[in-house]
């Protein structure tokens, strides 16, 4: 299916691995121009160097999300080649702590990261977005937004915002020609969750191998209907229809890929 990309021009931040790399590929795949985003260089540059190489455009910005200044750097340089069509807010963080570990300040720095991030590149991006008539933004989200676990809560909160925020923003945008939606993952076979897993799975008893381990953890920690764990690219799909023009009368809405992880109808 070709989703008419040819010509748009997305960045997707935190895009220098993980979840946003495979956001990025695919969509340079589709032909859209896109900008890698990361706060490593050689990395970031890395992931772009490979969309290329593929027969992509695409080229790398570097900067910290975080601040006011970092995020006015990183969207001036976005659009230094041309408007920014598709906004894909992905970066974010979390850290395994508990309620008695997750502090005040642990909170704010989350909240700051997973979603003042975002809002600071939708005031930067979405207005010229609104001037032209067309144009996107996404949301990574996740399930613990709906399902919050008893562990991290600062992250599952600053999930809920997200999602929260991203409705807000499509009401806001109606009649422009922008939507705003959410995609919202389960648990997903990147790196990091495969050290995780391959770490403490035998002291869970799912065995030592990844072989063993791997059914063993998703039936422990994430039973879902397809029994297993998510790719990447699964991810980058519903991202793409969502930047496409097939999804024009999608807004406000939420596209759960997690195998059925979350039980809710709704």
């Known amino acids: 299916m070709d989703l008419k990309l040819i010509g ?6 935190g895009s220098s691995a993980g979840l946003g790399k495979a956001m990025v590929k695919l969509l340079a795949a ?9 706060r490593d260089e050689d990395r970031t540059e890395g992931v772009a160097r490979e969309v290329r190489e593929a027969g992509g455009t695409a080229h790398a910005v570097v900067g910290d999300l ?6 006015e750097e990183v969207a001036r340089a976005a659009t230094a080649d041309g408007p920014v ?7 974010g963080f979390y850290r395994h702590l508990s309620w008695a ?5 642990e909170w704010c720095e989350t909240y700051n990261a997973n979603v003042v ?3 600071r590149m939708i005031r930067h ?3 010229a977005m609104r001037e032209r008539g067309w144009g996107r933004v996404v ?3 996740g399930g613990l937004a709906s399902q919050p676990a008893d562990a991290f809560p600062q992250y599952n909160a600053s999930l809920a915002a997200r999602h929260n925020l991203a409705v807000s923003l499509a009401r806001e945008l109606k009649g422009t020609g922008v939507t705003s939606n959410v995609v919202s993952p389960g648990a997903i076979l990147v790196d990091a969750t495969r050290d995780l897993i391959t770490r403490i799975g035998p002291d869970h008893g799912w065995g030592e191998t990844w072989e063993e381990i791997r059914p063993n953890a998703v039936r422990a920690m994430i039973p879902n209907d397809q029994e297993r764990f998510g790719e990447p690219e699964e991810i980058a799909a519903a991202v793409a229809y969502l930047c496409s023009d097939y999804a024009q009368y999608v807004s406000g809405a939420t596209i759960r890929v997690d195998g059925g992880l979350i039980r809710s109808a709704f």
């Open 66 to 71: 975080a601040d006011d200044g970092g995020a």
């Open 139 to 141: 949301t990574i989200g």
């Open 117 to 119: 991030s975002g809002v």
């Open 85 to 91: 069509d598709i906004l894909v807010n992905n970066a």
């Open 8 to 13: 748009r021009r997305a960045l997707v931040t």
């Open 30 to 38: 589709e032909g859209a121009a896109v900008v890698v985003h990361g």
């Open 101 to 105: 570990e997750a502090t005040p300040d």
């Open 125 to 127: 991006l979405v207005p």
